[in-house]
């Protein structure tokens, strides 16, 4: 069964650095997600994305957070300056209509 | 928030017995979602039930929708080993088409 694959499984990065995290959808899905996940925490929407653009966003998901599709395949999640509360598991979801399918997550450890 | 608490926070039981799981939200919906996330994995999708439905199965699977009381379980029947893991609850933001709001889950461990 096609999958949603997430690089890497673990990113550890200073504080104030650049992080991207990779994303696979499957390969006929249309709609794309990101969501995070604070341990202990509930899941939370980011950002989706649609025909090339992003179709919404969360409050969560301010100036320091960008999305790109940059070619036909990947989908990353790029975090500018990281801080320490960003430090999480991120999952990337993916969706033909209703269902989405998600990636194992990525545990980004902010230092 | 629109979401409510999924009840119980921690469920123990043997393996064989029954595990029902609830869940609580606080604003109309068109559909809720149950998703199951095994330690260090994503979030698999279970079953959806739309608003207009008062019950669904899917294999050992038993979704309840009460949209007067806006809540909804969860039933695994015979439960195995393999099904521990967390169970979500999730509903779809209003006025969204794509925003999944979710509740806190339930932890599930079976007893073998």
């Known amino acids: 069964e096609p999958e949603v694959t997430q690089t890497p499984s673990h990113q550890v990065t200073q504080m104030g650095q650049e992080v991207i995290l990779r994303c696979v959808p499957i390969?006929?899905?249309?709609?794309f997600y990101w969501y995070r996940q604070i341990l202990g925490q509930k899941v939370e929407f980011l950002v989706s994305?649609?025909?090339?653009?992003?179709?919404?966003k969360s409050e969560i998901f301010d100036d320091q957070f960008s999305v790109e599709r940059p070619d036909g395949s990947n989908f990353t999640l790029k975090i500018r300056s990281t801080k320490l509360e960003d430090s999480a598991m991120y999952f990337c979801?993916?969706?033909?209509?209703?269902?989405?399918?998600f990636g194992d997550g990525t545990r980004l450890s902010i230092l | 928030s629109q979401q409510g608490e999924e009840d119980p926070q921690a469920l123990s039981i043997q393996e064989g017995e029954n595990a029902t799981m609830n869940c609580s939200y606080k604003?109309?919906?068109?559909?809720l979602q149950w998703y199951r996330q095994n330690s260090g994995r994503g979030l698999v999708h279970l079953i959806l039930?739309?608003?207009n439905e008062r019950e669904k199965h899917s294999g050992r699977l038993r979704v309840t929708l009460d949209t007067s009381k806006k809540s909804s379980s969860l039933l695994i029947t015979a439960s195995r080993a393999a099904d521990t893991a967390s169970y979500f609850c999730?509903?779809?933001?209003?006025?969204?088409?794509?925003?999944?709001?979710w509740g806190a889950g339930t932890k599930l461990i079976i007893k073998p």
């Open positions: 979801a993916s969706s033909y209509a209703r269902y989405q399918h």
């Open positions: 390969s006929n899905h249309l709609y």
């Open positions: 994305f649609y025909n090339n653009e992003i179709s919404e």
């Open positions: 604003t109309s919906i068109n559909n």
């Open positions: 039930i739309r608003s």
């Open positions: 999730a509903t779809l933001k209003l006025d969204s088409n794509y925003q999944l709001i």
